[in-house]
């Protein structure tokens, strides 16, 4: 089983509409969560990291972790065509900092 | 202001030869990773390093060798090249290990015919 799941997608959603994608992960010791945005033919950009449980917002994304329920989510409102792209869920354990563990991606495409 | 370059984008091996993939980095990071990406299958680490002449290894790091003599630089060396080898191949650095997360370089495409 692998220590970080992702929803395998991919998504197709109108502009403008709300987008929730999700990540289970299986570690206890995980307590940084990261989300990347890769463009086609890219590297993966960063896009927000949290520190243990709780939310946090930037602009149209909102990064959530529940580490109760191993369950974290990015949420991006009014969605654009330009936010069409893979998201990479993305964990550490502050223990074994020089490691982060990928999930396989969500490929998003928003629909003008 | 380069941040993370890859050299080369693309590479065609035949099975058996060996090369090296570059990566520098002009941030002052202390954390370098390589990890390779492989359709439905994610960023799957091959070997890390926290520090000049620090190394460790990934989840896949069969085939694959690391050395990190200075902060910059973080070469990946293939010894004997395998189709499986054929990948995307990412480097990546870190100022230190908390969220502040990874800037990647744009990649090096591997082929092994």
């Given amino acids: 089983q692998k220590e970080v799941e992702q929803d395998p997608g991919p998504l197709s959603v109108p502009e403008g509409a709300i987008v929730s994608l999700n990540c289970t ?46 369950y974290i ?20 354990d502050v223990t074994n900092a020089g490691k982060s563990t990928f999930g396989d991606g969500t490929t998003l495409t928003v629909k003008p | 202001n380069a941040g993370v370059t890859q050299t080369p984008k693309f590479q065609v091996l035949k099975t058996g030869q060996s090369m090296t993939l570059q990566c520098a980095q002009d941030m002052n990071h202390e954390y370098m990773s390589w990890y ?5 299958m994610g960023l799957r ?13 990934g989840e896949v790091p069969n085939g694959y060798n690391v050395s990190r003599s200075t902060t910059e630089d973080f070469p990946l060396r293939l010894l004997s090249a395998a189709p499986s080898q054929t990948s995307v191949y990412f480097c990546a650095s870190s ?13 090096t495409r591997l082929t092994v015919v």
């Fill in chain 1, 73 to 92: 989510s990015l949420f991006i409102r009014d969605s654009q065509p330009s936010d069409s792209a893979t998201y990479l869920c993305a964990m550490k």
């Fill in chain 2, 36 to 40: 390779r990406q492989d359709p439905g």
């Fill in chain 1, 25 to 70: 992960y299986s570690n206890s010791a995980f307590q940084y969560f990261m989300w990347y945005r890769q463009y086609s033919r890219k590297g993966p950009e960063l896009l927000m990291y949290t520190y243990s449980s709780g939310n946090k917002e930037d602009g149209r994304f909102t990064a959530q972790v529940d580490k109760s329920s191993k």
């Fill in chain 2, 45 to 57: 680490l091959i070997h890390y390093s926290v520090g000049a002449g620090i190394t460790d290894q």
């Fill in chain 2, 95 to 107: 100022y230190d290990g908390t969220g502040n997360g990874y800037t990647f370089g744009s990649g």
